[in-house]
């Protein structure tokens, strides 16, 4: 086990999902040289090439199609939109393309995309980048979302998203990337999709949450410990399908 920070084991898990399989590729604004508006993707185009990690032009519905195209040939694309609020110029690409697919062909085509993003407010960041939109995606069917709320879930949510034949949309907290710190297994482990976690036990109330909402409802449940009262905290992990 190592201490990392959420943003670093999101890091980790895309250098071990490049390093296992060349197929996988990553792609999208800023991802490259830069290593994304986060650093999510830093000195991963340098160790893998800029066929395997490359800059797209600034346009979402460009990025989705090409995530599609890619499919057709074998590759595994992880795909970042710089913020979740930008989801409305891929929204086509999501709702009507790659979540119908597999049904589109009978089943005889996969989608083995990644939508990985950064969500969520306590930032100060500027319009269009805080919003939390993962319940307009959840009501997609054929589409997976999952949000973990620490490293090593975020590490091993992640790379069971990429192994995934079936598209994940993959949301990752921007308060959480350098605020959170915790222990990560090391070398590549995956966590299992669909599951949620029960992060504190307790006997007399539920607080259910996921993502930038768990650490808060742990907090909520300690104070409600200073009432003699004994809450259960339960982590979604995978907001859909719950």
Avoid: C, W
Wanted: hydrophobic share 40%; glycine share 10%.
């Amino acid at each position: 086990m190592t201490e990392k920070t959420y943003i670093a084991a999101v890091q980790d898990a895309l250098d071990l999902a490049l390093t296992k399989d060349d197929n996988t590729l990553i792609f999208g604004e800023d991802v490259g040289k830069n290593g994304g508006v986060f650093r999510a993707t830093d000195g991963l185009q340098a160790k893998f090439g800029e066929e395997r990690v490359f800059n797209t032009p600034l346009a979402e519905s460009a990025i989705g199609g090409l995530a599609i195209g890619l499919t057709t040939q074998n590759y595994r694309p992880v795909m970042e939109i710089q913020f979740f609020g930008f989801l409305f110029e891929v929204m086509d690409s999501i709702a009507g393309q790659m979540s119908r697919n597999r049904f589109r062909f009978g089943g005889t085509r996969q989608m083995p995309i990644v939508v990985r993003s950064p969500y969520g407010g306590g930032t100060k960041t500027p319009e269009m980048h805080a919003d939390n939109l993962e319940g307009m995606v959840a009501q997609i069917p054929g589409i997976r979302v999952v949000m973990p709320a620490n490293p090593a879930d975020a590490k091993g949510l992640l790379l069971s998203s990429i192994e995934s034949n079936d598209p994940v949309v993959f949301l990752e907290n921007i308060h959480l990337y350098r605020s959170m710190k915790g222990e990560v297994p090391e070398g590549y482990y995956t966590t299992p999709l669909d599951k949620a976690a029960i992060v504190r036990e307790g006997q007399d109330v539920t607080i259910i949450s996921y993502g930038g909402g768990v650490p808060v409802a742990l907090k909520a449940a300690d104070e409600l410990s200073k009432q003699n009262i004994n809450a259960e905290v339960l982590d979604l992990r995978t907001v859909s399908p719950l």
